[in-house]
């Protein structure tokens, strides 16, 4: 408890002091810096039709995102077991007033600590976006940490940029 605690508040002080630069930065440069950090719980279950995992993602608590402040993160994906873990889904990150931003991700992953976790690396590009995230893209890199027996949610982010249109 006291790490999760200790990440966010590590990520609340790094997003606080980057706040201020999606306003500052736009008018000198159209693309600024994205981090993000949400806690997610995961829902699976076989899916006939791809034979793959289906994964459906809900918040686990308030998540942090630069330019967003508090926000939540939705989505799904897919995700295709063996040796390596492959995984292709799509998200949305929501600010607290309701503009989002969403997102699709691509991934590989491994089974780690005997399989008491996962951990899934790759990356995203922005599809799309709401309110004063209209026109925006960008991407990066996405990073989860998957606690395969549900005792927690996963910790997913975000590492990248956007483009102000």
């Known amino acids: ?4 605690i200790s990440i966010v508040l590590a990520i609340v002080i790094v997003l606080s002091l980057t706040s201020g630069a999606w ?13 993000a950090y949400y806690p997610v719980w995961a829902a699976t279950g076989f899916d006939p039709s791809c034979p793959c ?6 918040p686990g608590g308030d998540g942090l995102a630069s330019h967003m402040g508090v926000s939540l993160f939705e989505g799904t ?19 607290a007033n309701g503009d989002s931003i969403t997102v699709h991700y691509e991934g590989t992953g491994n089974v780690i600590d005997q ?4 951990v899934v690396d790759g990356w995203y590009i ?10 925006v893209t960008g991407g990066g890199t996405y990073h989860v940490f998957v606690y ?3 005792s927690q949610p ?12």
Do not use: C, Y
């Open 1 to 4: 408890m006291f790490k999760r």
């Open 23 to 35: 306003m500052s930065a736009s008018a000198e440069s159209p693309e600024v810096p994205f981090k």
């Open 53 to 58: 995992i289906k994964q459906t993602f809900t």
């Open 77 to 95: 994906a897919k995700a295709w077991p063996g040796g390596t873990i492959v995984q292709k889904g799509d998200g949305t990150l929501t600010a």
């Open 115 to 118: 399989g008491a976790h996962i």
């Open 126 to 135: 922005v599809t799309g976006g709401t309110g004063r995230f209209w026109g």
């Open 148 to 150: 395969t027996d549900n």
């Open 154 to 165: 996963n910790d997913l982010s975000f590492v990248g940029h956007l483009h102000n249109p």
